[in-house]
């Protein structure tokens, strides 16, 4: 059952941008770190941006200044802005977040399925 939807990804020249989404899709009673991973071909899953549970925001060195992770907590969606984009960034970026779902019991940590960005030179 997926708990985390995604969209926004595609494929994009070098210097382009792109935007992400990522909502949760059942009752959600609370949420603590929400925000996106990616992996590329051949490597291993890293952590791109994402907001912690006490609020702050981290981000990856290779995206500081290109890349602005937002939220909209009305929504329970968070966002990932991707501007001058590089062949680099290509990978399936996954939205994952720590959730108190309604009916589960108790915080949990979901993984998106993964959309796929790929940036072309």
């Known amino acids: 059952q997926v708990q985390l939807v995604e969209s926004g990804g595609g494929l994009v020249q070098a210097g382009g941008s792109l935007r992400l989404s990522c909502a949760t899709a059942g009752s959600t009673f609370g949420i603590q770190s929400m925000g996106w991973y990616r992996q590329a071909p051949g490597k291993q899953r890293e952590l791109v941006a994402t907001?912690?549970?006490?609020?702050?925001?981290i981000y990856a060195d290779s995206v500081k200044g290109r890349f602005t992770i937002s939220r909209d907590n009305a929504k329970n969606t968070v966002y990932l802005q991707m501007n001058s984009l590089k062949p680099e960034d290509t990978a399936v970026y996954y939205c994952?977040?720590?959730?108190?779902?309604?009916?589960?019991?108790?915080?949990?940590?979901?993984w998106g399925q993964g959309t796929q960005v790929t940036v072309s030179s």
């Open positions: 994952n977040a720590d959730l108190f779902l309604t009916g589960t019991g108790g915080w949990r940590n979901y």
């Open positions: 907001f912690t549970g006490g609020g702050n925001t």
